[in-house]
């Protein structure tokens, strides 16, 4: 029904913004990653794999991408061990109230990011909310000071800003689940236990996998909790990338590790939703 | 039905465990959130308990702070320009995607919606590539275009979704009667999706006032709110920051009740965002 110019009128535009605005800065990245520096900082436009041989050779790169995954893993798993009861209780228990306790699980995102990380350094501070707290209550008599500046500071942070984004597809997924099916299983005798784990989990899966996929991938790339919370030890890949686009001065090789970041987070998006298919029951 | 369901659990041992679970998590989610807030009134500063010395001092502060108000209007400024932006651009594609075949359609689809599941850091540096190869000086309109790209996944999303559930027929009938496509676009298509529209602007600009990762990279010489903070945050903490947080915070609550009171009285359901998330996940 709708004629051939009227197609162009809605594709083009957005095509070629899109084209010039994502695609074109993706294949500059690529390039650059190609790239090297010379030492009087100057950009070389000579084709080499010495950055990506540098990212495998030099140990201090690996390993703050391996201590990054394993940060962002731990955030996964919190953030699902967190949502997935809430998820459960609003989608089964929670009644009439189901769409305010909703919202009261969206109000946080409202407050921004930063803020929310700055507040948890005004908890976890020498002088912060908690260890005066601790104090006054005369639990203990000095203030502990492992609880900032570390990797479990930042874990703790990023698990508070993604628990709702991992609540939100599993409650999407819990949400569709046919009520007549836990009926069914209720009927036949199944007790709730076994409901719960033979009927309602595997149908959650999807929103489980989406969920951990979310929080995974953006803690993953995050920044700017470490840099506020983590002190040296809690250091992630993307303070690194910030470091050779800034002060380091090398864009290629900083080029080169967010292409390897890109790479991950594609291939981890393109297994989850193999996965999330695998097990949808439609 | 979700009687029986309940009746099977209420008194049970897992249930009161489970709302247990749940109060935490709520306690866990709301604690910075009430701390931030309770020391903005604190007159011993950030930190220190039990909280004494109720004060309005901080926001007198902060009212007098010309840096941090022409930030907030440099925010509001790159929060609109990305909503047109995003809107213009948006608007076109999700309606592409939803009638218009053409060749790369799955590549497209896939990398309008990128920038919302990918870390910040990497739209950030890469448009930061873009503009110094195009040698263009890095300012608020820089920030304004990443914004706007980046954001150009919201708009698509929720009006999409919006497409799915629009009655073609309508369209049909104005076009059968004589209209123009750009007559039935403005006064078919643009008036029934008018809540995902005001959706998408919404989630837009509130997306684009937060927005630090991409801004980061593409500042030039103004800030914008989250930047001006980010950098007293280094220099050391002000209570300050617990006030202009409360009342952004205040602000944007308020926002969000008037436009779910719409959306109820027009829809009877709240879900918004809801297709966002659904539709980045299941692509």
């Known amino acids: 029904m709708f004629s051939r110019s009227y197609r162009a009128a809605i594709t083009l535009p957005p095509l070629i913004w899109v084209s010039v605005f994502l695609l074109l800065p993706y294949v500059l990245m690529f390039c650059y990653s190609f790239w090297t520096v010379s030492s009087s900082q100057q950009i070389l436009h000579t084709w080499t794999f010495a950055n990506y041989s540098e990212l495998v050779t030099r140990q201090v790169y690996w390993q703050t991408l391996l201590r990054s995954m394993w940060i962002a893993a731990r955030v996964m798993i919190f953030s699902l061990l967190l949502g997935y009861p809430l998820a459960y209780f609003l989608s089964f228990h929670a009644g009439r109230k189901k769409d305010l306790y909703y919202q009261l699980v969206i109000i946080p995102l409202w407050v921004s990011y930063l803020v929310r990380a700055y507040a948890w350094k005004t908890i976890l501070g020498t002088d912060g909310v908690l260890n005066t707290l601790l104090q006054y209550v005369h639990l203990t008599q000095h203030p502990l000071d492992f609880l900032l500046y570390s990797p479990l500071a930042v874990v703790l942070t990023l698990t508070h800003i993604y628990t709702p984004f991992t609540f939100l597809p599993i409650y999407a997924a819990l949400e569709h689940i046919p009520r007549n099916l836990v009926e069914a299983s209720h009927d036949l005798g199944a007790s709730p236990t076994q409901t719960f784990w033979r009927v309602i989990f595997p149908l959650s899966i999807p929103g489980v996998i989406a969920g951990g996929t979310f929080a995974f991938v953006l803690s993953l790339g995050d920044f700017l909790a470490p840099l506020l919370l983590g002190g040296p030890s809690g250091i992630m890949i993307s303070n690194i990338v910030v470091s050779l686009f800034g002060a380091a001065y090398n864009w290629p090789l900083g080029a080169a590790i967010s292409l390897c970041m890109l790479g991950l987070v594609t291939a981890l998006l393109f297994l989850s939703e193999r996965l999330e298919k695998k097990w949808s029951f439609s | ?283």
């Open chain 2, 1 to 283: 039905m979700e009687l029986l369901v309940r009746n099977d659990f209420s008194g049970a041992r897992g249930s009161r465990w489970l709302l247990a679970h749940c109060l935490a998590v709520f306690a866990f989610l709301y604690l910075p959130i009430a701390v931030l807030i309770i020391y903005s009134f604190n007159g011993a500063g950030v930190g220190g308990f039990p909280p004494r010395d109720f004060t309005l001092k901080w926001y007198r502060i902060l009212i007098d702070d010309a840096a941090i108000w022409e930030s907030v209007g440099n925010s509001l400024l790159v929060a609109f320009a990305a909503m047109v932006i995003a809107l213009a651009f948006g608007i076109p594609a999700a309606l592409a995607l939803d009638r218009a075949q053409f060749p790369g359609k799955a590549l497209f689809r896939r990398l309008v919606l990128l920038p919302l599941i990918l870390p910040g850091i990497i739209t950030g540096l890469s448009l930061l590539m873009l503009f110094n190869a195009a040698q263009w000086k890095l300012s608020l309109l820089t920030i304004m275009l990443g914004h706007g790209t980046a954001l150009i996944s919201v708009a698509t999303t929720e009006v999409f979704a919006g497409l799915q559930k629009l009655d073609r027929a309508q369209e049909e009938a104005s076009l059968d009667l004589g209209a123009t496509y750009w007559q039935t676009f403005w006064r078919i298509t643009i008036p029934n999706l008018k809540l995902p529209i005001i959706g998408a602007a919404l989630l837009i600009f509130t997306l684009s006032m937060d927005e630090i990762a991409v801004s980061f990279f593409l500042i030039g010489r103004d800030n914008t709110l989250p930047l001006e903070i980010w950098g007293r945050l280094r220099r050391g903490i002000t209570p300050e920051i617990n006030a202009i947080s409360t009342i952004i915070f205040v602000f944007s609550l308020v926002t969000i009740v008037a436009w779910y009171r719409l959306r109820m009285r027009r829809e009877g359901s709240v879900d918004v965002g809801a297709e966002l998330i659904e539709s980045t996940t299941k692509p």
